[in-house]
C-alpha cells in the first residue's frame, strides 16, 4: 500500500463560543485525495470544527497546518481561494440572489469565471438560472451550494451535514455526486449524524462526543466501536 | 417670481437631498445598516470645510479634496473597521446596528458640539461660485444648481451600473445577503463593505458641505436637515434609486412652489410651516402610506431584546434574603436622590432636571425595555406634555378653566395618552427600523408644527406651582419632583411584574410566539405607548417647571435620539438605569462645557457592543463577581458550598461518553503522520505510556460500574478480536493488538453514572513508520 499523506492537520485545537469551549483540544488529519467522515451526535463540535477549518472561529489554541504550511492564521476568504471550500449545513447559498449569481460570484472568486461545469453536474439547475435561490426547494438548495462548491474547484470540499432535512433519494443522489467528485482526487470531510451513506464512502472515521475525538478508525471498525459502545450504554 | 423659476430654486435642494438619499441607499445596500449618522458625518465635514477655508485659509479646492476625498472617506472606513464590522461578524440584529448608528450620530454630535459650540454660523463656504446662467428668456439657473444636478445623475449612473453590470455589484449583492457565506467563497467582504462605507460617507459629507451655504451651520440644525432626506429613501422603500432622487427633487420643488400661495388664518400659518418642512411630513406621511421597506436580512430590526439584560422578575414571593436586599438598595437610591434637598440653592436648582429626565427616561423603559419597540419620538411626547400643562395652567386650552399647577401638570400629561394611542397604531404591525422612523418623524412634526409655532408656543408664562395658596419652596418642587418620579416608577413596577410584564416581555422577545400563546400583542402594544406617552409627559411638564421656560429646544427632535441613546446605554429594561442616566447626564452638563454629556453617552454607546445590556448590565456583572470574590475571601476554602456547576447534559444516542478510543486507520501514511505528530506534541496530546499513567482525583467507580465496565471489556475483546481479522484482511496489513486496547476503553464515569469528563488513563505506545497508529484513552 502507498503511503498517504495528510492534506490538511489540525493539532491540539481549542476552540469556542464567547464563554464556552465546544472543542477541548481536537486532533485531525485528512488525507490528501481520500474521504474522511466526521460523526458525532448534535453538539458534539463537528460544525465547529469545520467552521475552524474554514477559518470562521479562529484557534484558541493549537495549530492548522495545509500541505505543510500552517494557515492557522490565514483568513477565510484567503483560505477559500486556495482551494479550502466549506460547504455549511444552513445558509449554503445566497438566498435573495439568482442562481447564475450564485454560480458566477463563487466562478469568479476563484478565478475560473465559467459556470458551465456546474451546470453539467446538475442539469436541473439549468432550468431555474435566473431564479431567486432562496425559492427553490430544500434539496435544489443544496444541489446549487454543491455545484457552487464544484466551481471552485477546491482541494479540499468540506460539506457539513449533506443529508440534513433531504429526501433519501436526493441525499443518494448527492452522496453519489460527492463520490465522483473524491474519485477524481479532491480531499473531502464529509460531517454528519451517523449515515450509512457516509461510512460506506469514508476511507477513514473520526468520531467527535463533547469536543473531544472518541474514535479514529477506518470504517469497519466503527462498528465494533458503535456495538461495544451500545452495550456500554445499555 | 414665477412658478418656473420657483421650481429651479427647489432644483438644487431637491438635488442635495438626492445626493444624500443615494448616500443612505449605498450605505444601506452595501452593509445594511441605515446610517443614521449621516447626518452628524455631513455636519462635522462641514464644520471642517469651514475651519479649512476660513480660519486655516487654504484654497477651495483643497478644502474641497481634503474633506470629501480624504476625511469623508476616512470616516467611513473607520466606522467600517471599528463599530460595524464587528457587528456583522457576530450578525448583530439590524436593531443593533441601528443604535451603534445613532451611537455614532451622538459621538459625532458631542464632537462637533464640543469643538466649535453650539451657536450658528452664517460664513460657511460654497465650492461653487454664485453665478448664475440664463437657461430662456429671463430664466436663469445657479450654477450650483446645475452642478448638483450633473452630480446627481453621474453618482445614480455610475452606482447603478457598477450595482447591475459589474462583478463587484454582484460581490455587493452577496456581501448583503451573507456576509460569512461571502467569506466563505471567497469574496473579500470586508473590502466590499468598507467600499460601501466609504462612498456612503463621502456623499454624506458631500450633503454637509452643499448644505452648510445654504442654511446656517449649526450641529444640531444641519444635523436635522439631513435626517429629514430620510424621507427619500422611505419612498424608494429602501431600494430604489431612480425613485429616490425623483422623490427627493420633487418634494423639494413641491415646497419651493409652495411659496407663491398665501392663505389666511390657521391654513396660512400651517402653509407657512410647509414651506419649510416639507421633508418631515413627506417622511411620516410615506412611512404610514408606504406598505413595506425592503428591509434586508429579512426585516428581523425588531429583536431589541440584545439590549436588555433581564427576564421577567421571578413569579410568586421573592427570597427572604433577594427581598432585603433588593429593599437596601432602593433605600439607598432613595437617599441619594433626597441628598440634593442639603445642596445650596442653585445646586438644587441644577438637580431639579434629575427626577424630570428620569422619568422620561422611564417612559422609554417602558416602551423599548419592556415591549421591545424602538421609539425615537419621545421628545415629542415630553414636550406636548410640558405644552399641555402650561396650557391648562393659563387656562388657555379649549377655553377650559386654568387649572392650579399641579393638577395641570398631571391633567396635561393625561392628555398626552391620545397622542401616545395614536402613535401606538402604527406600532402594531410595524417593528424596527419602521418604527423608528415613524416615531422619530412624529416627534419631528410635532416639533415643527407646535413646538416651533408662537401660536403654541409662545406666550405662555410659568406660574410657581401652588399647593393650597402656599406656593411651593424649591425644597418642596424637589419633593414633589420625587414624588411624581415614585408615581412612575410605581407604574414601571406593575408593568413589568406578574402577568402583563411576563406578557409584555413575551412580545418583546418575540412577538409572534407571544400572540401563538395567546398574548394580546395588538392591545399591549398599544397598552405600552400609551402609558409611555403620559409618563413622558409627566416628564416633560416637570422639565419645564424646573428651568422656568418653554423651550422648543428641549424637545427637539434630536433630543429624542440622544435621550434614547442613553437609555440603551444605561440599561434599556433597567428602572434604575433611567435614573442614573438622568443623574449622569444633569451632573455632566451642569460641571462640564455644552457637548460633553452627548460625547460621553455617544463612547458609551459605542462601547455596547462589549456590553450588551448596557452599563446596567455590566454593573450587575461586576457586583456579582466582586460578592463572589468576597465570599471566596472570608470562607474557608474547604468550608465551602458546592457552587453549581453547570451540567451538560449527557449525549442521548448509541454514543458513550468514552473518550480517546483510536482504532486502526487503515492508511499507513496517515498513521504515520498521526504518529509523529503525538510524538511531537506530548503534552498537547497525552497519548504515549510515559505522558500517562493514572491522573490524580481520577473518579473510582462504584462497584456496580466496575463491574460493568469489566463486563463490556470482556465483549469488546471478543468484537475486537473478529474486526481484527476482518480488517487484517481487507488491508493487508498487521493491525494486531491494535483493537485490544479499546477493550478496556470505557469510561468508568458514564457507567458510574456522574456527570464527570472521564480522564485519561493508560495507553499504548504509538507505532512510528508504516505501522498503524493504535492508542487508547478512556
Known amino acids: 500500500m502507498t503511503s498517504v499523506t495528510a492534506e490538511l492537520e489540525l493539532s491540539g485545537a481549542r476552540a469556542g463560543y464567547g464563554t464556552i469551549e465546544v472543542l477541548h483540544g481536537i486532533d485531525l488529519a485528512l488525507p490528501a485525495g481520500k474521504v474522511t467522515a466526521l460523526l458525532g451526535t448534535n453538539g458534539a463540535g463537528k460544525s465547529t470544527t469545520l467552521r475552524v477549518l474554514a ?7 493549537g495549530a492548522l497546518t495545509w500541505r505543510g504550511e500552517d494557515i492557522t492564521r490565514m483568513s477565510t476568504v484567503d483560505r477559500a481561494r486556495r482551494g479550502l471550500m466549506l460547504v455549511p449545513d444552513e445558509r449554503a447559498v445566497f438566498a435573495t440572489l439568482s442562481v447564475r449569481d450564485n454560480l458566477q460570484i463563487i466562478a469568479e472568486a476563484s478565478g475560473h469565471p465559467d459556470i458551465s461545469p456546474a451546470l453539467e453536474s446538475f442539469p436541473r439547475l439549468k432550468e431555474r438560472l435566473s431564479q431567486r435561490a432562496g425559492s427553490m426547494s430544500g434539496g435544489e438548495r443544496r444541489m446549487l451550494a ?9 482541494s479540499v470540499l468540506m460539506v457539513d451535514e449533506l443529508s440534513l432535512g433531504l429526501s433519501p433519494k436526493i441525499a443518494a443522489d448527492l452522496f453519489g455526486w460527492l463520490a465522483t467528485v473524491a474519485a477524481s482526487g479532491t480531499t473531502v470531510l464529509l460531517a454528519d449524524q451517523y449515515t450509512e451513506q457516509a461510512l460506506a464512502m469514508a476511507d477513514l472515521v473520526y468520531v467527535l462526543h463533547r469536543g473531544e475525538r472518541s474514535f479514529l478508525g477506518a470504517p469497519a471498525e466503527f462498528a465494533t466501536y458503535t456495538a461495544t459502545a451500545t452495550t456500554a450504554s445499555v | 417670481m414665477t ?12 438635488a442635495i437631498a438626492a445626493l444624500s438619499g443615494i448616500g443612505l441607499l449605498v450605505t444601506y445596500r452595501t452593509n445594511g445598516v441605515l446610517n443614521l449618522a449621516q447626518g452628524g458625518i455631513a455636519t462635522l465635514v462641514a464644520y471642517v470645510f469651514r475651519e479649512m477655508v476660513v480660519e486655516w485659509g487654504l484654497p477651495i479646492w483643497l478644502a474641497a479634496v481634503l474633506a470629501l476625498g480624504v476625511l469623508s472617506p476616512g470616516i467611513g472606513l473607520l466606522l467600517e473597521r471599528l463599530v460595524f464590522r464587528p457587528l456583522a461578524r457576530r450578525r448583530a440584529s439590524a436593531a443593533e446596528s441601528l443604535v451603534a448608528s445613532l451611537g455614532v450620530l451622538v459621538l459625532i454630535l ?33 450654477v450650483d444648481a446645475l452642478a448638483e444636478l450633473a452630480m446627481v445623475v453621474v453618482f445614480a449612473i455610475v452606482i447603478g451600473l457598477i450595482s447591475a453590470r459589474t462583478s463587484f455589484g454582484r460581490q455587493i449583492r452577496a456581501v448583503v445577503d451573507d456576509r460569512q457565506l461571502a467569506e466563505l467563497s471567497g469574496v473579500p467582504a470586508d473590502r466590499v463593505a468598507a467600499a460601501g462605507w466609504a462612498a456612503g460617507t463621502t456623499l454624506a459629507g458631500l450633503t454637509g458641505v452643499l448644505l452648510a451655504p445654504r442654511f446656517q451651520l449649526n450641529p444640531y440644525g444641519l444635523t436635522l436637515l439631513v435626517l429629514e432626506t430620510f424621507a427619500v429613501v422611505v419612498a424608494a422603500r429602501l431600494s430604489s434609486m431612480p425613485v429616490a432622487v425623483l422623490t427627493a427633487l420633487g418634494i423639494s420643488i413641491l415646497q419651493s412652489e409652495l411659496r407663491q400661495f398665501t392663505l389666511d388664518g390657521d391654513a396660512g400659518q ?15 406621511i410615506l412611512l404610514l402610506a408606504v406598505p413595506k421597506l425592503r428591509e434586508l436580512g429579512g426585516g428581523d430590526s425588531g429583536a431589541t431584546s440584545s439590549f436588555s439584560s433581564r427576564g421577567a422578575p421571578p413569579s410568586g414571593r421573592v427570597g427572604e434574603a433577594r427581598y432585603r436586599r433588593d429593599y437596601l438598595g432602593k433605600l439607598g437610591g432613595f437617599a441619594l436622590l433626597l441628598a440634593p434637598l442639603t445642596f445650596a440653592p442653585s445646586d438644587l436648582r441644577s438637580a431639579f432636571q434629575v427626577p424630570a429626565l428620569a422619568l422620561i427616561f422611564l417612559s422609554m423603559v417602558i416602551v423599548t425595555g419592556y415591549s421591545g419597540q424602538i421609539s425615537l419620538g419621545v421628545a415629542g411626547f415630553a414636550g406636548l406634555g410640558a405644552l399641555l400643562s402650561l396650557k391648562l395652567a393659563n387656562g388657555e386650552l379649549f377655553g377650559l378653566p386654568a387649572l392650579p399647577g399641579i393638577w395641570a401638570m398631571l391633567v396635561g400629561a393625561l392628555l398626552v395618552a391620545p397622542v401616545g394611542l395614536i402613535t401606538g397604531y402604527p406600532a402594531i404591525r410595524r417593528r424596527g427600523l419602521t418604527l423608528a422612523l415613524t416615531t422619530f418623524a412624529v416627534g419631528a412634526v410635532v416639533s415643527r408644527f407646535v413646538f416651533e409655532q408662537p401660536t403654541f408656543a409662545s406666550g405662555l408664562y410659568i406660574d410657581p406651582l401652588t399647593v393650597f395658596g402656599h406656593a411651593l419652596s424649591d425644597k418642596a418642587f424637589y419633593i414633589l419632583e420625587l ?7 410605581l407604574v414601571v413596577r406593575n408593568l413589568h411584574h406578574g402577568r402583563l410584564g411576563r406578557a409584555l416581555l413575551a412580545v418583546r422577545d418575540h412577538s409572534s410566539g407571544a400572540a401563538a400563546v395567546g398574548v394580546d400583542v395588538r392591545n399591549l402594544k398599544l397598552l405600552a405607548f400609551t402609558v409611555s406617552s403620559v409618563v413622558a409627559g409627566l416628564g416633560g411638564a416637570l422639565l419645564v417647571h424646573s428651568s422656568y421656560s418653554f423651550a422648543a429646544d428641549d424637545f427637539a427632535p434630536l433630543q429624542s435620539l440622544l435621550w434614547f441613546t442613553a437609555v440603551v446605554v444605561f440599561g434599556a429594561d433597567s428602572a434604575i438605569g433611567a435614573i442614573v442616566a438622568a443623574a449622569f447626564i444633569v451632573t455632566i452638563d451642569v460641571l462640564a462645557p455644552a457637548g460633553t454629556s452627548t460625547l460621553a453617552i455617544g463612547i458609551l454607546a459605542l462601547a455596547l457592543g462589549w456590553m450588551p445590556g448596557g452599563l446596567a448590565s455590566a454593573v450587575r456583572g461586576v457586583l456579582r463577581l466582586l460578592a463572589q470574590y468576597l465570599a471566596d475571601s472570608f470562607v474557608d476554602p474547604n468550608q465551602r458550598a458546592p457552587r453549581p456547576v453547570p451540567v451538560r447534559i449527557s449525549a442521548v444516542g448509541h454514543l458513550p461518553a468514552t473518550a480517546g478510543i483510536v482504532g486502526n486507520t487503515g492508511l499507513p501514511g496517515i498513521g504515520a503522520t498521526l504518529g509523529a505528530a503525538r510524538s511531537g506534541h506530548v ?8 505522558a500517562l499513567g493514572p491522573l490524580a482525583g481520577a473518579p473510582a467507580p462504584t462497584p456496580f460500574g466496575a463491574a460493568l465496565v469489566a463486563a463490556v471489556a470482556r465483549y469488546a475483546a471478543a468484537q475486537a478480536d473478529q474486526v481484527t481479522r476482518v480488517s487484517g484482511s481487507t488491508n493487508g496489513s498487521g493491525s494486531d493488538g491494535a483493537l485490544v486496547g479499546s477493550a478496556a476503553a470505557t469510561g468508568s464515569a458514564p457507567a458510574a453514572g456522574t456527570a464527570a469528563r472521564p480522564s485519561t488513563a493508560s495507553g499504548t505506545g504509538m507505532g512510528a513508520g508504516s505501522g498503524a497508529g493504535t492508542g487508547v484513552r478512556r
Open chain 2, 483 to 489: 414624588l411624581s418620579l415614585g408615581l412612575g416608577l
Open chain 2, 3 to 14: 412658478s418656473i423659476d420657483l421650481g429651479l430654486a427647489g432644483i438644487s435642494l431637491g
Open chain 1, 146 to 154: 454543491l455545484a457552487r462548491a464544484l466551481l471552485a474547484r477546491p
Open chain 2, 683 to 690: 503534552t498537547r496530546w497525552p497519548l504515549s505510556e510515559g
Open chain 2, 270 to 284: 400651517i402653509l407657512t410651516v410647509l414651506q419649510s418642512n416639507l421633508f418631515i411630513v413627506a417622511l411620516l
Open chain 2, 110 to 142: 458631542g464632537i462637533t458640539a464640543g469643538l466649535w459650540g453650539l451657536g450658528s454660523r452664517s460664513d460657511a463656504p460654497s465650492i461653487f461660485p454664485a453665478d448664475s446662467v440664463r437657461l430662456f428668456g429671463q430664466t436663469r439657473i445657479g
Open chain 1, 55 to 61: 477559518g470562521l472561529i479562529p484557534l484558541r489554541s
